[in-house]
C-alpha cells in the first residue's frame, strides 16, 4: 500500500469487502499498520517452521518458490530485531 501510494486502512477496508476477506486481515492488521507486534506466535518460530517446510520441499524435490521468497523476508525482519515479535512483523521485512 504504502509504495503505492494507497492508505494502509483502505487497502484493508477493501479487501474486507471481496473475497480475499478473512479473519486474519481483521485480527492483524490494525497492528501492522501501527507497528505493534505483540507476540502471539512469534517470528522466530514462524521463521524455523517455513526453514523446515523447504528442507522437506528439498528432500522430496518439490520447488517452493512462494515459501523461499517468504522465508528470506522473515529471515529480513529476524536480522532487524524482530525475532521474539509476532510473526506478522515479517511485514517490516518487506521494507
Do not use: C, W
Request: proline share 6%.
Amino acid at each position: 500500500a504504502d509504495k503505492a501510494g494507497l492508505q494502509q486502512q483502505d487497502l484493508l477496508d477493501v479487501l474486507d469487502l471481496g473475497a480475499m476477506a478473512n479473519p486474519m486481515f481483521k485480527l492483524k492488521g490494525p497492528s501492522i499498520i501501527e507497528h505493534n507486534f505483540p507476540p502471539a506466535f512469534p517470528l522466530k518460530h514462524a521463521q524455523k517452521d517455513m526453514r523446515l517446510a523447504i528442507a522437506l520441499g528439498d528432500e522430496t524435490n518439490q520447488a517452493l518458490p512462494v515459501a523461499a521468497a517468504a522465508n528470506e523476508v522473515m529471515k529480513r525482519a529476524k536480522e532487524a530485531g524482530h525475532g521474539d515479535e509476532d510473526f506478522t512483523a515479517m511485514y517490516d521485512g518487506t521494507k
